[in-house]
């Protein structure tokens, strides 16, 4: 099993600063199969990013992905009002998906 | 437009039995593994189970073997997980889920399942 280990758990930034989310994988991802979601509470996970650093359809982009061997980043140019919310991390390779913990992105 | 729309949830007493289904559209079903995807009040997302394209494989979270079962129809394209013995702990939004290469992953709007006496 891929365990994706997130950091940091609680993000304090205040709108229009810059986000950077991380995700760490035990393993490597094959194709580089890993997402990126936003939920807010209540909803189900928006999907943002996948194969790494592909844009969902109709995601901004202020949103960007990219990884270097195990080690995925979530990165947001100027966090918008919207943006407050928790993010995943997930692997969809292996016969089991995987989740990371998630990261809150709060207003400071 | 790829859609999946689960249904079956609702509340009922430990113990006891569920099956929820997920109605997909807008792909070929049959050329897809099919995940369901489990969040708990206020934690995080768990792969419950998920189905290979011609079902002959399946593979489930320790959690839920011996008492969930994944199984398909395409020609209904259809996903189902059959849920039994169901403890307080399976309490959760159950979506399910397609997992692709080349758009990433879709999603369901999920359905509730409740178990309490």
């Known amino acids: 099993e891929i365990v994706l280990t997130q950091s940091p758990g609680t993000l304090s930034l205040s709108p229009g600063e810059r986000a950077t989310l991380s995700c760490r994988a035990s393993q490597s991802v094959t194709s580089n199969y890993l997402a990126w979601y936003q939920q807010r509470p209540g909803q189900a996970p928006r999907l943002l990013i996948y194969?790494?650093?592909s844009r969902a359809t109709g995601i901004p982009d202020r949103f960007s992905g990219s990884a270097s061997g195990t080690d995925f980043t979530l990165t947001i140019s100027r966090l918008e009002p919207e943006d407050f919310a928790v993010y995943y991390c997930h692997q969809y390779a292996g016969s089991l998906w995987t989740f990371g913990q998630g990261t809150k992105v709060e207003i400071k | 437009e790829v859609q999946l729309v689960e249904s079956g949830g609702g509340l009922v007493q430990p113990g006891g039995s569920l099956r929820l289904s997920c109605a997909a559209s807008?792909?070929?079903?049959?050329?897809?593994?099919m995940t369901w995807v489990r969040q708990a009040p206020g934690k995080g997302l768990e792969c419950v189970a998920n189905?290979?394209?011609?079902?002959?494989?399946?593979y489930y979270v320790d959690s839920v073997k011996g008492r969930f079962t994944v199984s398909r129809d395409d020609a209904k394209n259809t996903l189902y997980l059959h849920m039994s013995s169901l403890r307080a702990e399976d309490t959760a939004v159950y979506y399910c889920?397609?997992?692709?290469?080349?758009?990433?992953?879709?999603w369901g709007q999920g359905t509730l399942v409740t178990v309490s006496s």
């Open positions: 189905i290979k394209e011609d079902g002959s494989e399946k």
């Open positions: 194969g790494a650093s």
């Open positions: 807008g792909f070929t079903f049959s050329s897809y593994w």
């Open positions: 889920a397609r997992g692709t290469g080349t758009t990433g992953v879709d």
